[in-house]
């Protein structure tokens, strides 16, 4: 995909997970001081999206969770042989 305005879009509407992440800290003479601390994270970043092999795709269907699915070339499955119409030029 190169639309950055359209992987912006869908990177928000598929949401966000929390992440929990630890930080340590250690000065001379104290002991180790720990803190945990939560973040949300993009489930998928715009650039993520903007990376994502021609072969795979979003769905998004309302009340659904967005899934990642392989692209159906419907075109070139001879599954699909003579079950529609090739663009003329």
């Keep these: 995909m190169n639309d950055f ?6 990177s928000q509407m ?3 997970e929390t992440s929990r ?16 601390n939560l ?3 993009d489930l998928l970043t715009l650039h ?5 092999p ?3 795709q979003l769905l998004r269907v309302q009340g659904q969770p967005s899934a ?5 070339r419907y075109y070139a499955d ?8 090739p663009e003329t030029r």
């Design 39 to 41: 973040t949300g994270r």
């Design 14 to 16: 598929i949401g966000q």
């Design 54 to 56: 021609p072969d795979l």
């Design 68 to 72: 990642l699915a392989k692209k159906l």
């Design 5 to 10: 305005e359209t992987a912006k879009w869908l």
């Design 21 to 36: 992440f630890q930080t340590d800290s250690f000065k001379p003479g104290d002991g180790p001081s720990f803190s945990n």
């Design 78 to 85: 001879p599954e699909f042989a003579g079950l529609f119409t």
């Design 48 to 52: 993520e999206i903007m990376q994502m």
